[in-house]
Protein backbone atom coordinates (compact mmCIF):
# COMPACT_ATOMS: atom_id res chain seq x y z
CA UNK A 1 0.00 0.00 0.00
CA UNK A 2 1.22 3.46 -1.11
CA UNK A 3 1.74 5.31 1.81
CA UNK A 4 3.88 8.93 2.84
CA UNK A 5 4.85 9.90 6.61
CA UNK A 6 6.05 12.97 7.41
CA UNK A 7 7.65 14.09 10.37
CA UNK A 8 9.90 16.74 11.86
CA UNK A 9 7.50 19.33 13.12
CA UNK A 10 7.40 21.46 16.41
CA UNK A 11 7.10 24.58 18.28
CA UNK A 12 10.20 27.14 17.79
CA UNK A 13 10.61 30.90 18.19
CA UNK A 14 11.08 33.43 15.39
CA UNK A 15 14.12 33.03 13.49
CA UNK A 16 14.67 29.11 14.02
CA UNK A 17 14.80 25.95 12.00
CA UNK A 18 13.60 22.91 11.42
CA UNK A 19 13.83 20.10 8.84
CA UNK A 20 11.16 18.20 7.56
CA UNK A 21 10.80 14.74 6.80
CA UNK A 22 8.73 12.26 4.32
CA UNK A 23 9.42 8.86 4.03
CA UNK A 24 7.34 6.95 1.18
CA UNK A 25 6.34 3.40 0.84
CA UNK A 26 4.55 0.98 -1.21
CA UNK A 27 5.92 3.08 -4.48
CA UNK A 28 9.33 4.40 -5.61
CA UNK A 29 9.66 8.03 -5.53
CA UNK A 30 12.68 8.28 -8.53
CA UNK A 31 10.36 8.86 -10.80
CA UNK A 32 7.85 10.76 -8.63
CA UNK A 33 7.41 14.76 -8.04
CA UNK A 34 7.62 15.49 -4.83
CA UNK A 35 6.32 18.47 -2.74
CA UNK A 36 5.32 20.24 0.40
CA UNK A 37 1.98 21.81 1.18
CA UNK A 38 1.05 23.72 3.95
CA UNK A 39 -2.58 24.75 5.86
CA UNK A 40 -2.92 27.36 7.93
CA UNK A 41 -4.92 27.32 11.42
CA UNK A 42 -8.77 28.32 10.47
CA UNK A 43 -8.25 27.48 6.92
CA UNK A 44 -10.19 24.69 5.08
CA UNK A 45 -8.08 21.46 3.64
CA UNK A 46 -8.96 23.18 -0.14
CA UNK A 47 -6.89 25.85 1.02
CA UNK A 48 -3.56 24.26 1.65
CA UNK A 49 -0.87 26.48 0.49
CA UNK A 50 1.98 25.47 -2.43
CA UNK A 51 5.37 25.88 -0.64
CA UNK A 52 8.01 24.13 -2.37
CA UNK A 53 8.31 20.91 -5.07
CA UNK A 54 10.97 19.18 -6.69
CA UNK A 55 11.29 17.11 -10.24
CA UNK A 56 12.56 13.75 -10.39
CA UNK A 57 15.59 15.46 -12.04
CA UNK A 58 16.48 17.85 -8.89
CA UNK A 59 14.32 20.51 -10.50
CA UNK A 60 12.48 22.97 -8.22
CA UNK A 61 10.08 25.60 -7.73
CA UNK A 62 9.06 27.97 -4.72
CA UNK A 63 6.28 29.95 -3.30
CA UNK A 64 7.14 33.57 -3.24
CA UNK A 65 6.42 33.58 -0.20
CA UNK A 66 9.03 31.01 1.34
CA UNK A 67 12.30 32.16 -1.35
CA UNK A 68 15.33 32.14 0.41
CA UNK A 69 14.26 30.59 3.35
CA UNK A 70 13.44 27.25 2.71
CA UNK A 71 14.86 24.40 0.84
CA UNK A 72 13.40 20.91 -0.66
CA UNK A 73 15.95 18.07 -1.61
CA UNK A 74 15.13 14.62 -2.11
CA UNK A 75 17.09 11.32 -1.53
CA UNK A 76 15.70 8.79 -3.85
CA UNK A 77 18.29 5.94 -2.37
CA UNK A 78 16.19 6.59 0.69
CA UNK A 79 12.85 7.20 -0.60
CA UNK A 80 12.55 10.11 1.40
CA UNK A 81 12.00 13.58 0.12
CA UNK A 82 12.84 16.76 2.99
CA UNK A 83 11.69 20.48 4.41
CA UNK A 84 15.00 22.63 5.40
CA UNK A 85 12.85 25.85 6.49
CA UNK A 86 15.59 28.61 8.02
CA UNK A 87 14.76 32.19 9.64
CA UNK A 88 11.71 30.96 10.41
CA UNK A 89 8.72 33.34 10.91
CA UNK A 90 4.86 32.92 13.17
CA UNK A 91 2.91 33.23 9.64
CA UNK A 92 4.82 30.17 8.77
CA UNK A 93 2.40 28.50 11.52
CA UNK A 94 0.43 25.57 9.47
CA UNK A 95 0.38 21.59 9.63
CA UNK A 96 2.75 20.43 6.73
CA UNK A 97 2.11 17.81 4.49
CA UNK A 98 4.54 16.32 1.81
CA UNK A 99 2.42 14.95 -1.61
CA UNK A 100 3.72 12.69 -4.38
CA UNK A 101 2.54 12.88 -8.00
CA UNK A 102 3.49 9.80 -9.64
CA UNK A 103 2.02 10.34 -13.12
CA UNK A 104 1.61 12.01 -16.07
CA UNK A 105 4.27 14.68 -17.30
CA UNK A 106 7.35 15.94 -15.31
CA UNK A 107 6.32 19.51 -15.28
CA UNK A 108 6.54 20.54 -11.18
CA UNK A 109 2.78 21.46 -10.36
CA UNK A 110 1.44 23.83 -7.52
CA UNK A 111 -1.80 22.75 -7.34
CA UNK A 112 -2.70 20.07 -4.40
CA UNK A 113 -5.15 18.63 -6.83
CA UNK A 114 -2.00 17.29 -9.33
CA UNK A 115 -0.84 14.95 -6.30
CA UNK A 116 -1.99 11.64 -5.62
CA UNK A 117 -0.02 10.63 -2.52
CA UNK A 118 -0.60 12.67 0.51
CA UNK A 119 1.53 12.35 4.36
CA UNK A 120 -0.98 13.06 7.22
CA UNK A 121 0.50 16.33 8.19
CA UNK A 122 3.21 17.54 10.75
CA UNK A 123 2.61 20.73 13.15
CA UNK A 124 4.80 23.58 12.48
CA UNK A 125 4.20 26.07 15.53
CA UNK A 126 6.49 29.72 15.15
CA UNK A 127 5.92 31.74 18.11
CA UNK A 128 7.09 35.68 18.10
Known amino acids: QEQLVDSGGGLVQAGASLRLSCVAS????????MAWFRQAPGKEREEREF??????????IYADSVKGRITISRDNAKNMAYLQMNNLKPEDTAVYSC???????????????????WGQGTQVTVSS
Open 26 to 33: GFTISSSA
Open 51 to 60: VAAIAWNGNT
Open 99 to 117: AAKTYGSVRLEMSPYRYNF
